[in-house]
């Protein structure tokens, strides 16, 4: 089991998400350079969060024409389970591998706050989480505004493909609760064939008890622990 | 002759100028006249600090570099790893150009810290801005927090801390004062030196523009009435192109081939190049058609003085370069040999063959030094008594709650929540107390430490006294850093004053320094590097002068973590110090005076002998884990300092005391040395013994809610909601 963690310049959430996957969790983690031309035989990848080619344009829009990003969306559309953290998540709208798109936060600023998030556990990405369980994990971004057409938000819904939702610490889910005005406190979608998550929060910074919460980590084991049921 | 118009621009004397022919025997050429002008400015030269500087203890058990021989200054936190640090100004390009004022800020002072092979781990800073009543101050304080929060957060490094603090004395002048934290094992430290003649001087990173022609010596040298047309002078900034050069040399400041780094700051190559080749104690030869460059047809003089950002210069083995342009082209940076370190003493500039100055370095190197006690002649540092009016005296529930509720309308006294947020304080995932504390605290990653770090200063107590303020600003530093459990280690300062050449100016720059030299002796510790940003004056008036104090501890990651917060219902608060109330005289120099009498005014002081010692007792308590909480009572006083530790966990307190008639004294003085915090009632057997050497009381406990007085009580909903509101216009 190896874990594949793209690097496009600008990128800055490579090392955070291989300590929380090599060093905090123990898989095998290694880099993937965006001028390469191959995978390197890894079995899931990882688009970290990041300003990816300055993020000039539009976020993610750059990083999405760059030579690896052949490779991933081969990879993606095989099946392969690929994660986009934060700017990897803009990376893949902007690559077609999600519906939507993410635009300036409702108050026009940055934020980076801890979130509360409710997670739906119905995905591989989620399955060691307990239902509607309530989650901490920071937010760091100026541009996590999820927004789509209303078919693909009615899509979303009703194919249960929204994984997490923005909340409150007891899991009420209202505009309060919403950091930038996202479509329906919306934090992370996922792709019809279930292999393809995209997050605006940063799982990798919730990895340790002592810098406040641990509870990204279920995001990472529970992908891993469902492929290697699978084989 | 050189025409006086032209000294003006370049910021340079009638007096340098002779001082310049003596030294070259000769006229200088327009390009050497910039480059003397560059390099002579206060920015490059420190002309009036360079003294007292040198009076300053720098040095310790842990200290690797010598006071201002690096582009910033080391310390060793055992287990083989260093910690480099350093606080810089960016001022005057923050007044005329908010955005990009403040961003560069930011890249100038990364810079700094991975030039010397350090990875850059934390950003802080400290941020003066004058009321919100006009759209201009509402402008420029937005503008600067964005441009932090923009240049910063693409950079993946985290904003732990620091402060923002309004004052009308900011008006013309807004602070903007940066600091850089980096990270590097202590035998890799990089030296910003040639090692011998034939290495080469290469340039990596941005083309070379005619932005920032004269930042060094017009906007950071000369007061702010005569640079207001310099729009020019103000640099913009890259930060994708700042991260592609952190980790491009990063990655190479490990080769044998690489020599040393510098980055190219103010006065651009100019400073960085001759300042390489005087620490090297070698010459220099640079071609500047050598340079790439943004636009056609630039002049020598151009390119050797633009302030253009993301650009450094490294010495590299002779013709041993090609592995480090393999590591510049994967990362996409453009690169060039410029020039080459040579026998001598002299820098020989050509423009392709034909060469266009020649000009020794020490002239260059050696400005005149300023005595400032000479300047600050018959200067009288004017009494004001403090006046306390009667209301004051009398308590009366009525009146104090109508004062408490009208002073947390003040900006300086609500959380900076809304500031903060904005900067990312997760990335790296070493952040264990985030902003919001007295300090920030981070771990690192495969030792046993726990790093603290605090930023700030009271300008109005410098104000009142410069040596006095100074020395509580040290001793602040030094207590936000102890009330986290961190023993305070390293200091960096950031001196923000007005006019140096006047005697006001040139007074409070001295007395500073004697106030410096009383706290660095009391506490042991060095201030290992810093920044001046003199001049700081416009429309007839000077800021306040203001050192910022940046500060860092260290502590066993065994300590239990706590903050300002109280944690639990029931637990016991103890304060150390003389006395919980503040005094009379404590409003000096206060928020409440300010705020309500508008007036800085009356007298400072501070025991420093006996801050030690309270300082020394906190951290014993923490570290023998018998603590729940603490934080230093300072601006607004012992009911800010209560407000602040009840308002996270929506708890209160009950105050076996009657506040005393002179309410405003007691609630609101920030009179020194004191310390509240929180613990287990099963504790207090301990916590007497521990603290039997000092003076404290147990004064009440933690409660459900409200603020609770023997004799008043203000209710917390209330007070919490004034103090989260954010500030009066959203900036």
Redesign the interface.
């Known amino acids: 089991m190896k874990i594949g963690i793209a690097v496009f310049p600008g990128t800055w959430s490579e090392t955070d998400t291989h300590y929380a996957t090599q060093d905090v969790l123990g898989i095998t983690s290694e880099y993937i350079w965006h001028k390469d031309q191959n995978l390197n035989n890894v079995d899931f990848i990882i688009l970290p969060g990041g300003f990816s080619y300055g993020d000039y344009l539009r976020t993610g829009a750059i990083a999405s024409f760059s030579p690896i990003m052949e490779k991933i969306k081969e990879f993606a559309n095989s099946g392969g389970p690929v994660l986009g953290i934060c700017n990897g998540f803009q990376i893949l709208c902007e690559s077609n591998l999600l519906p939507g798109i993410l635009i300036r936060n409702k108050t026009l600023s940055f934020v980076c706050k801890n979130s509360n998030l409710k997670v739906n556990n119905n995905s591989k990405f989620t399955n060691l989480y307990k239902k509607d369980q309530i989650i901490k994990i920071p937010i760091s971004h100026g541009e996590g505004n999820y927004q789509a057409d209303k078919n693909t938000i009615n899509k979303l819904e009703e194919e249960n493909r929204v994984i997490f939702r923005y909340s409150s610490r007891s899991g009420d889910i209202s505009e309060q609760y919403n950091p930038n005005g996202s479509i329906n406190n919306i934090a992370g979608i996922i792709n019809d064939a279930g292999n393809i998550l995209g997050m605006m929060p940063h799982p990798e910074k919730a990895c340790e008890k002592i810098i406040g919460s641990d509870d990204g980590l279920g995001i990472f084991s529970s992908i891993i622990s469902s492929m290697v049921k699978n084989g | 002759m050189v025409k006086e118009e032209t000294l003006k621009e370049l910021a340079l004397s009638r007096s340098e100028y002779n001082l310049i022919l003596d030294k070259l025997d000769r006229e200088p050429n327009d390009l050497e006249l910039g480059l003397f002008g560059a390099l002579w400015s206060e920015h490059c030269g420190y002309k009036h600090t360079k003294k007292l500087l040198r009076s300053i203890k720098s040095t310790s058990e842990f200290t690797l570099t010598e006071a201002g021989a690096e582009n910033a200054g080391a310390v060793n936190i055992g287990s083989n790893k260093a910690i480099v640090m350093k606080i810089e100004s960016h001022n005057h390009p923050s007044a005329v150009e908010p955005y990009e004022g403040a961003a560069t800020g930011v890249g100038g002072i990364v810079r700094d810290i991975f030039a010397m092979g350090a990875r850059p781990i934390a950003l802080l800073n400290s941020l003066r801005f004058s009321n919100l009543e006009s759209d201009r101050n509402v402008q420029i304080a937005k503008g600067v927090i964005?441009g932090i929060?923009?240049y910063g957060?693409?950079?993946?490094i985290p904003n732990i801390g620091g402060e923002c603090f309004f004052d009308e004395s900011y008006e013309s002048n807004p602070l903007v004062n940066a600091m850089c934290v980096g990270l590097v094992d202590a035998d890799k430290i990089l030296s910003a030196k040639a090692d011998r003649p034939g290495d080469l001087l290469i340039i990596i990173g941005a083309e070379t523009g005619r932005d920032g022609i004269h930042g060094a010596s017009g906007l950071a040298s000369q007061n702010f009435e005569e640079t207001i047309e310099l729009r020019s002078a103000v640099q913009v900034g890259?930060?994708?192109?700042e991260?592609?050069l952190i980790e491009a040399c990063l990655e190479i400041s490990n080769f044998n081939e690489l020599v040393g780094m510098q980055d190219c700051g103010a006065a651009g190559i100019t400073s960085a190049a001759i300042e390489m080749a005087e620490r090297s104690e070698l010459g220099l030869k640079i071609d500047v058609s050598k340079v790439p460059v943004k636009e056609d047809s630039m002049t020598p003089y151009e390119i050797m003085l633009s302030e253009s950002q993301e650009r450094m210069l490294i010495a590299v083995k002779k013709n041993q370069h090609q592995r480090i342009f393999d590591i510049l082209e994967?990362?996409?940076l453009k690169c060039s040999i410029i020039g080459e370190f040579i026998e001598g003493n002299e820098v020989q500039i050509f423009d392709g063959e034909k060469i266009i100055s020649q000009t020794s370095i020490e002239a260059l190197t050696s400005p005149p030094e300023y005595d400032l006690s000479l300047l600050s002649k018959g200067y009288k540092n004017k009494k004001n008594k403090i006046k306390i009016k009667e209301e004051y005296k009398n308590f009366d529930k009525k009146i104090i709650n109508k004062y408490l509720f009208e002073i947390l309308g003040s900006n300086n006294l609500i959380s900076k929540e809304s500031i903060?947020?904005?900067?990312?304080?997760?990335?790296?995932?070493?952040?264990?107390v985030?902003p919001g504390s007295d300090a920030a605290v981070i771990?690192i990653?495969g030792t046993d430490k726990y790093l603290i770090f605090s930023c700030d200063g009271n300008s109005r107590f410098s104000l009142i006294n410069p040596d006095v303020g100074a020395q509580i600003n040290i001793a602040e530093a030094c207590r936000n850093i102890s009330v986290l459990g961190g023993e305070p280690i390293s200091l960096t300062d950031g001196l923000n004053f007005g006019d140096p050449t006047k005697p006001k100016g040139a007074h409070e720059l001295i007395e500073t320094f004697k106030g410096f030299n009383k706290a660095c002796k009391v506490f042991e510790i060095p201030i290992i590097s810093g920044n001046a940003s003199l001049f700081n004056e416009g429309h007839n008036s000077s800021i306040n002068p203001t050192p910022i104090i940046g500060a860092m501890g260290i502590m066993n990651n065994k300590t239990k973590?706590i903050n300002k917060n109280f944690m639990n219902e029931g637990d016991y608060i103890g304060v150390i110090g003389k006395s919980l109330w503040g005094t009379e005289n404590g409003l000096s120099g206060s928020e409440f005076q300010s705020f309500f009498d508008k007036t800085i005014s009356g007298e400072i002081n501070i025991n420093l002998d006996f801050e030690e010692k309270i300082q020394k007792n906190i951290r014993n308590l923490i570290k023998n884990n018998l603590i729940n909480s603490a934080t230093d009572i300072s601006l607004g006083g012992l009911i800010m300092g209560l407000i602040k530790s009840c308002e996270k966990n929506n708890l209160g307190v009950n105050i076996d005391k009657a506040i005393p008639n002179n309410w405003a004294g007691a609630l609101f003085g920030e009179d020194q040395s004191r310390i509240i915090f929180s613990f287990d009632p099963k504790n207090e057997k301990l916590i007497k013994e521990s603290l039997s050497n000092v003076d404290w009381e147990k004064i009440g406990l933690v409660s459900k809610e409200n603020i609770k007085f023997e004799n008043i009580f203000f209710e917390s909903d209330d007070l919490f909601l004034r103090y989260n509101k954010g500030f009066s216009t959203d900036i």
Do not use: A, M
């Open positions: 964005e929060s923009g957060n693409c950079l993946g890259n930060p994708f192109l991260k592609l994967k990362w996409d903060y947020r904005k900067y990312d304080h997760h990335v790296q995932t070493n952040t264990v985030e771990r990653k973590i």
